[in-house]
């Protein structure tokens, strides 16, 4: 624990202090900065979505925004979408990145390289450029019809315009990083435990089972946060490749706010997308304070 | 130094402190333009009307910026209302298409120039079915029309009233889709007919200033039985494609056989090949047009070049300017149409109507595009 350890540091308590002090200060200024630019904006959010002003300028406290969110069903509709797309992106995320970076953790040959390249080359390409490139290849009459078509097998429903094509973007689109930390996450695991259960005749399943995932969590967790935060406010793949409606969150705050004119929903919008990141923020933040603990 | 070098030298500084005040002079009077239209706009800006201007006004010169879209120049707008309280210089002179309601009291603090006779002495050629506002100048409008892919339909089948066009949509079920009303004039501009086709067909009885929730409330559901009726039978069984461009995008790729577009955004497809000439048909309704719009410039009137960009905004009611609308963009007119030379009228007489109905913006538009959202967008036979 932190507090042991400073307690039998080898520097005298009036020396502690001063270092302490000099440490406060230095974080003074990017404290402060984030004072400024996430807790006030947060807070000052919330504050103008629940004390509304009246026509004489007056503020009140009610409820009625949110009231209103959360009775229609238009906003739902949205809401449940962005769960939805989320939740699917999220576990393909996981799915499909999880044997990607099993691979590359334990492979040694030349090959993984190649891979490892090829799994973050979609960090570098903007999602609007994804979107175009996503409804000419799997939009209808894309590429995938058309090689479909030439070797004489059926077309395939498009998913562009439907909910299943943001799930396509997303992931795309978030697989780089998700594999990034998930290797970082396998490299903590030593060879040796591995070695050890192979020797007493573990099969490779019971190998991941039960060496390998259980010292995973931490580090699925933090991927998992990281993907959904990203996923959750997502603006051009959804507004490119999906439906009119519903639509996911990032959209519908968009088009609340700037063509709607209608600020208060749109923040109220904001600050209830806020609180379902929060909740897998609470995650993350959880998992690195519990892994500093360990350390 | 010799007396040669001399007189060479101080020459060439005489004629140096001479240039110098005059690139001062020059670089007081650029008129600083920003446009949150498409590329092809910003092209004809750059390309047809900067080179004219500059060469009928040769102490001025003119700066088109790219402000990308409408909320880059509402925050322009936004800057400039705030330097108007502080008496200071916004950095912008006039807008190239901007609603002079925004921002909301811009009007009311006098942000914007009140055009008239006076201060634009060609204010008199503008077509009065285009003025909007007098805050705002129409210089170019486009309008929508059906574009069609002929293999697949034959020119004498194509619809030509709304009913025709409806049967036509439940015939051939796939193969219509427009956009969103609020991403794109096409789509927009389609649900407005919808909105004319419940109403009456009476453009005149939508204006801004009619605009109540009431009148609302009854004009607008109609329209919304109407296009759910046919939701079913789009492409997709209710797609909405995000854009313009991406419903010429699906007529391009032989998705559906037709769709609404703008008369310019289609005209410059096919001259740029994305649209085959030969077999894309155009066909307008004729029991009533689908609306059309237009743009209408701005005039800040605490820009430090005021008087230039009034210049420039008179230049381009000129015959030569509204001309280069019709033959470079396939646009067509801000004046009226016997401000045209008789060839480009007879010339373009098939793409160019001679009266565009229009449908107000303001309120409607937020209760239109909402509506729609709500009440066709998530229509629900289609899971």
């Given amino acids: 624990m932190a507090v042991t350890g400073i307690a039998t540091a080898p520097v005298g308590n009036l020396g502690l202090t001063r270092r302490g002090l000099t440490g406060l200060l230095l974080v003074a200024i990017p404290v402060l900065l984030l004072f400024w630019l996430i807790i006030y904006p947060i807070f000052s959010a919330i504050y103008d979505t629940l004390f509304l002003a009246d026509q004489t300028g007056t503020r009140h406290f009610s409820t009625e925004s949110y009231r209103f969110f959360f009775s229609d069903g238009y906003s739902l509709n949205n809401l449940y979408l962005t769960l939805w797309t989320t939740a699917v992106c999220g576990v393909l995320l996981i799915v499909t990145a999880l044997p990607i970076a099993l691979y590359l953790r334990f492979s040694t040959s030349r090959l993984a390289a190649y891979v490892q390249g090829l799994a973050i080359f979609p960090m570098f390409v903007p999602s609007i450029i994804l979107s175009y490139a996503l409804i000419r290849t799997i939009g209808p009459n894309g590429a995938v019809d058309i090689i479909l078509n030439s070797v004489g097998l059926p077309k395939l429903p498009s998913p562009y315009l439907s909910p299943w094509g943001p799930v396509i973007g997303l992931v795309w689109d978030n697989l780089p990083l998700t594999v990034l930390m998930l290797v970082a996450g396998l490299g903590s695991i030593s060879n040796n435990a591995i070695e050890a259960a192979r020797d007493v005749g573990a099969s490779p399943f019971r190998v991941l089972a039960h060496i390998i995932l259980p010292r995973m969590g931490n580090s699925l967790l933090v991927a998992a946060s990281f993907a959904v935060l990203g996923i959750f406010s997502a603006f051009t793949l959804p507004y490119l490749l999906g439906p009119a409606s519903p639509e996911m969150m990032g959209p519908f705050m968009q088009r609340t706010f700037n063509d709607l004119n209608d600020p208060l929903n749109a923040t109220t919008q904001a600050v209830v997308t806020f609180g379902f990141c929060l909740f897998f923020g609470i995650f993350y933040v959880y998992s690195i304070a519990r892994n500093r603990e360990k350390s | 130094m010799k007396r040669r070098e001399f007189l060479a030298a101080s020459a060439a500084a005489v004629a140096g402190a001479g240039l110098m005040p005059r690139f001062a002079f020059a670089d007081e009077h650029t008129i600083e333009l920003y446009s949150g239209s498409d590329s092809n706009i910003i092209d004809l800006w750059n390309n047809v009307v900067r080179p004219a201007f500059e060469k009928a006004n040769p102490d001025l010169k003119l700066k088109v910026v790219d402000a990308q879209d409408n909320n880059g120049l509402r925050a322009i707008a936004d800057r400039a209302l705030a330097a108007l309280k502080t008496k200071t210089d916004p950095k912008a002179d006039m807008f190239e298409h901007f609603d002079p309601r925004l921002p909301t009291d811009g009007i009311k603090e006098g942000l914007w120039v009140k055009f008239s006779t006076e201060n634009t002495p060609d204010y008199a050629k503008v077509n009065p079915m285009a003025i909007d506002s007098d805050y705002s100048l129409p210089y170019r409008g486009s309008q929508v029309l059906l574009a069609y892919d002929k293999t697949k339909l034959d020119p004498k089948d194509a619809p030509k009233t709304w009913d025709a066009l409806v049967a036509w949509i439940k015939a051939n079920p796939g193969q219509f889709i427009y956009n969103r009303p609020d991403k794109g004039g096409s789509g927009g501009n389609f649900v407005r007919r919808a909105i004319h086709e419940a109403n009456g067909r009476d453009p005149s009885k939508f204006t801004v200033a009619n605009y109540t929730e009431d009148f609302a409330a009854k004009a607008l559901p109609p329209a919304w039985k109407i296009l759910n009726d046919i939701a079913p039978s789009l492409y997709?069984?209710?797609?909405?494609?995000?854009?313009?461009?991406?419903?010429?995008?699906?007529?391009?790729?032989?998705?559906?056989?037709?769709?609404?577009?703008?008369?310019?955004?289609?005209?410059?497809?096919?001259?740029?090949?994305?649209?085959?000439?030969?077999?894309?048909?155009?066909?307008?309704?004729?029991?009533?047009?689908?609306?059309?719009?237009?743009?209408?410039?701005?005039?800040?009137?605490?820009?430090?070049?005021?008087?230039?960009?009034?210049?420039?905004?008179?230049?381009?009611?000129?015959?030569?300017?509204?001309?280069?609308?019709?033959?470079?963009?396939?646009?067509?007119?801000?004046?009226?149409?016997?401000?045209?030379?008789?060839?480009?009228?007879?010339?373009?007489?098939?793409?160019?109507?001679?009266?565009?109905?229009?449908?107000?913006?303001?309120?409607?538009?937020?209760?239109?595009?909402?509506?729609?959202?709500?009440?066709?967008?998530?229509?629900?036979?289609?899971?």
């Fill in chain 2, 236 to 383: 997709d069984n209710g797609s909405y494609t995000a854009g313009n461009s991406q419903s010429l995008q699906l007529l391009a790729q032989g998705v559906v056989t037709m769709t609404p577009v703008w008369s310019d955004q289609v005209l410059q497809a096919i001259a740029q090949g994305v649209l085959p000439e030969e077999t894309t048909g155009l066909v307008q309704l004729t029991d009533l047009a689908l609306c059309g719009g237009f743009s209408r410039m701005t005039v800040f009137t605490n820009g430090a070049n005021k008087d230039a960009a009034m210049k420039l905004a008179n230049y381009m009611l000129s015959s030569e300017m509204q001309e280069a609308i019709i033959t470079k963009i396939g646009g067509f007119p801000g004046v009226s149409w016997e401000n045209i030379s008789d060839d480009l009228r007879q010339k373009y007489a098939d793409v160019i109507p001679q009266t565009i109905p229009t449908f107000p913006s303001g309120d409607w538009e937020t209760a239109v595009n909402d509506g729609w959202y709500r009440n066709v967008a998530p229509n629900l036979s289609r899971s």
